[in-house]
């Protein structure tokens, strides 16, 4: 895994993408103190349960296909090309309710 002392080449994140038939699959892009960039893969019909952050931001943009993101109270359809924000503390998930894969790219600031 990279630090912040290392500065990686251009990145593929799709092709990092790490897919799990059990559960959503995490992998690792970039990690500092500061940033933590990590991809969530979901196959259909996976989710990431409703979960808050404290004392840090997250930010989600969707790589590849289509899902359900909950932020609050709020079901939003996101799709490839789409960027959502939680901030601080507030509840979000997704959920895809697709047929296909789904391929979000995570950053987290400040890195957990």
């Known amino acids: 895994m990279p630090t912040d002392t ?7 994140p799709e092709s990092m993408a790490a897919f799990n038939p059990e559960k959503m699959g995490k992998s690792t892009i ?4 500061r940033i933590l960039v990590g991809l969530n893969a979901f196959e259909p019909g996976q989710a ?9 931001d997250k930010v989600y943009h969707v790589l590849k ?6 932020l609050e109270d709020r079901e939003i359809e996101m799709e490839a ?3 959502l924000v939680a ?3 507030v509840p979000h998930g997704i959920r895809n309710h697709s047929s296909d894969r789904l391929i979000v790219l995570a950053m987290l ?4």
Not at 6 to 12: A, E
Not at 48 to 56: A, D, F, I, K
Not at 109 to 112: G, I, L, N
Request: charged share 10%; proline share 11%; no cysteine.
């Open 6 to 12: 290392n500065h990686p080449d251009t990145i593929n």
């Open 30 to 33: 970039f990690q500092s103190e």
């Open 48 to 56: 990431h349960q409703l979960h808050t952050h404290e004392g840090m």
């Open 65 to 70: 296909g289509q899902g359900l993101f909950i």
């Open 81 to 83: 090309g789409l960027m």
């Open 87 to 89: 901030p601080e503390g």
């Open 109 to 112: 600031a400040p890195a957990p």
